[in-house]
């Protein structure tokens, strides 16, 4: 069955960058958009772009413009995405959520992110 | 943006009760590319509903969507116990992809 394993909890100073992955199992790994979503702690869900993991491509929210590269590896099925110059803002959770003609069916557990001095 | 505006903030209603969500776009949405999700605490979102009345897999009957152009509504028939969590609406028509800020359903 489709699952998506992220990596595990960091905590970064501010100005920092992080690195989060999510691994794809149970389904053709290229045939599928992947998206990444932010939960700030007691807060609503943010949508910040998505990459289709058999070209590479990606698109990204303006909020996440300039900060934000999503990338992919093919031969471990793995997406990631990389936020750059962190600020306490950043401190959330984040989701990779496969897309199925636009709506996001599967998720991964989350990967909290701390930004903390 | 399309922006998403969920209401009400929360929702106090008893168990067997019924719960009527409301998601008004700020602009239309296309072809009702409308998706409901339900999460509950350190947990990650759930998909209920999508292209705006059709039920996920696995979903209960007690949930069911409707609405098309600006306004939809999530109806929870009768509210089982583990009904209660918030729920958020989301647009797939439009980039970027917007969710509303969600509605809270709480035990009464």
């Known amino acids: 069955q489709v699952q998506l394993v992220q990596s595990g909890a960091e905590v970064k100073k501010p100005g920092a960058s992080v690195k989060v992955s999510c691994k794809a199992f149970g389904y053709t790994f290229t045939s599928y958009y992947m998206h990444w979503v932010r939960q700030a702690p007691g807060q609503g869900l943010e949508w910040m772009g998505i990459?289709?993991?058999?070209?590479?491509?990606?698109s990204y929210a303006q909020n996440f413009q300039g900060r934000v590269t999503m990338t992919r590896d093919t031969s471990t099925s793995t997406v990631y995405m990389e936020l750059s110059s962190l600020r306490s803002e950043d401190t959330a959770v984040y989701y990779c959520?496969?897309?199925?003609?636009?709506?996001?069916?599967?998720w991964g557990q989350g990967t909290l992110v701390t930004v903390s001095s | 943006e399309i922006v998403l505006t969920q209401s009400p903030g929360t929702l106090s209603l008893s168990p067997g009760e019924r719960a009527t969500l409301s998601c008004r776009a700020s602009?239309?949405?296309?072809?009702?590319?409308l998706a409901w999700y339900q999460q509950k605490p350190g947990q990650a979102p759930r998909l209920l509903i999508y292209?705006?009345?059709s039920r996920a897999t696995g979903i209960p009957d007690r949930f069911s969507g409707s609405g098309s152009g600006t306004d939809f509504t999530l109806t929870i028939s009768r509210l089982e116990p583990e009904d209660f969590a918030v729920y958020y609406c989301?647009?797939?028509?439009?980039?970027?992809?917007?969710f509303g800020g969600g509605t809270r359903v709480e035990i009464k």
């Open positions: 602009q239309s949405v296309t072809s009702s590319y």
């Open positions: 989301q647009q797939y028509g439009s980039s970027p992809r917007t």
């Open positions: 959520a496969r897309d199925s003609s636009g709506y996001f069916p599967y």
């Open positions: 292209g705006a009345s």
């Open positions: 990459i289709n993991p058999s070209g590479g491509s990606t």
